[in-house]
């Protein structure tokens, strides 16, 4: 496949494997216009972006996810559960959940230790305490993106780990796209996207 070709293939088994819930949609479109948020308030603001990123942003994708999503056989796919967190490409509920554990972690890190090993002069007060733990968040993000990409290098290949990369990097814009009709549905009571017009 070509790269276009791959990054359609990963974006197309994220959304019907992932995305089938309009309230996971719809929490989506709201996680996507608060990341295209952080990413303008990455220039303006990084302490601040890493807090809307992160606090707004992540816990309203992840809800989708873990709340709003089936989790039993799937019928539209015809694939279990299990079978889909198998061959899920990016971070699957396991691995999304560690991630989660080290973002509610760097808080304690640094409340515990506030010079971070080292690598922070230390906080004074309150608010330099959150902008140190901002800082840390910040960095949380492409670290995990980072260490993904290159260990879908050695399990899959080198374009497979670049294409989800750069899909992580633009899920956002690609999510106004697809999920911006998803609260019109949902205010009609469809609580389950049909999957008949996306492939």
């Known amino acids: 496949?070509?790269?276009?070709?791959?990054?359609?293939?990963?974006?197309?088994?994220?959304?019907?494997?992932?995305?089938?819930?309009?309230?996971?949609?719809?929490?989506?479109?709201?996680?996507?216009?608060?990341?295209?948020?952080?990413?303008?308030?990455?220039?303006?603001?990084?302490?601040?972006?890493?807090?809307?990123?992160?606090i707004v942003a992540m816990l309203l994708r992840q809800m989708g996810h873990f709340f709003f999503e089936p989790k039993g056989y799937d019928n539209?796919?015809?694939?279990?559960?299990?079978h889909k967190e198998a061959i899920k490409i990016g971070y699957n509920l396991k691995r999304k959940r560690?991630?989660?554990?080290?973002?509610?972690a760097v808080p304690a890190l640094l409340y515990f230790d506030p010079t971070c090993f080292g690598y922070f002069q230390g906080?004074?007060?309150?608010t330099a305490y959150i902008n140190n733990v901002s800082m840390l968040w910040l960095y949380l993000g492409p670290i995990a993106i980072l260490f993904r990409t290159i260990h879908l290098f050695f399990i899959?290949?080198?374009?497979?780990?670049?294409?989800w990369a750069v899909k992580i990097f633009t899920d956002p814009l690609h999510d106004l796209k697809m999920y911006y009709k998803s609260p019109i549905f949902l205010l009609k009571g469809e609580l389950f996207d049909p999957m008949v017009s996306h492939s």
């Open 1 to 54: 496949m070509t790269f276009l070709e791959h990054l359609h293939e990963q974006r197309w088994d994220d959304h019907r494997y992932y995305h089938q819930s309009r309230i996971n949609q719809t929490l989506h479109l709201l996680s996507a216009a608060s990341f295209l948020t952080a990413y303008v308030l990455l220039f303006i603001s990084p302490a601040g972006a890493a807090i809307l990123g992160w």
């Open 76 to 82: 539209v796919n015809q694939a279990s559960h299990q």
């Open 98 to 104: 560690i991630l989660l554990a080290v973002w509610v």
């Open 123 to 126: 906080h004074q007060d309150k």
């Open 156 to 163: 899959y290949n080198v374009q497979t780990g670049i294409v």
